[in-house]
């Protein structure tokens, strides 16, 4: 029985639990790696600011409790203990679904704007990532960014052919131009 003027704790039971953990096991293989964070206490504004933020760049966000994240990693086919650390204290798991530089990106761009939220590392090809490597992959260019450069250096070869050909022509105009300059003032 509960003290009087207190009421009965509920207990949630087992369901809601193995939901989290479904989910994010989920999430965690439809991802393209992801980063844990540490949430020192942000305020409703600012969470609501990054989560918009990294929505809008097709990136999860979710509060996950360590117990709960380890055995969703177990179930996402991920050794759990390999993190050591890192699943200390309150986790947020922030999991690119299309790129996995993109949320490096806009995380460690939060979190110069706020000191109460950090990289604790992350998971990328199979390999655990300390603060520093996570701050390292923040720094690498993006998937748009990497496809624009591939682009240009596929156009840059056909673009120097065509400058060769047409600086070709254009010399032998010049030359030609030259030649019929010169028979003209021969000739007056």
């Known amino acids: 029985m509960a003290k009087p003027g207190r009421e009965a704790r509920k207990r949630r039971g087992r369901a809601p639990k193995e939901a989290v953990i479904a989910f994010t096991a ?16 942000l305020t409703l504004a600012e969470a ?30 991920i050794d759990p203990d390999q993190f050591g650390d890192l699943l200390t204290r309150e986790t947020v798991i922030a999991v690119g679904l299309e790129d996995p530089v ?19 590392g992350g998971y990328l090809d199979g390999a655990v990532l300390d603060a520093a490597k996570a701050q390292e992959l923040s720094r690498l260019p993006g998937r748009e960014e990497l496809l624009q450069r591939f682009l240009g250096s596929l156009q840059a070869p056909p ?10 022509v254009s010399n032998t105009v010049y030359v030609l131009d030259a030649i019929r300059r010169k028979k003209e003032e021969e000739a007056a």
Do not use: S
């Open 159 to 168: 673009q120097k052919l065509v400058f060769a050909l047409n600086a070709t």
């Open 26 to 41: 989920t999430l965690i293989q439809k991802g393209h790696g992801f980063l844990l964070c540490n949430n020192k206490g």
């Open 102 to 120: 993109v949320p490096a990106k806009l995380i460690a761009e939060f979190c110069k704007e706020n000191d109460r939220f950090e990289m604790k």
């Open 48 to 77: 609501t600011q990054l989560r918009a933020k990294l929505r809008e760049n097709n990136v999860a966000l979710k509060v996950v409790k360590n117990t709960l994240l380890k055995r969703a990693l177990d179930r996402a086919g």
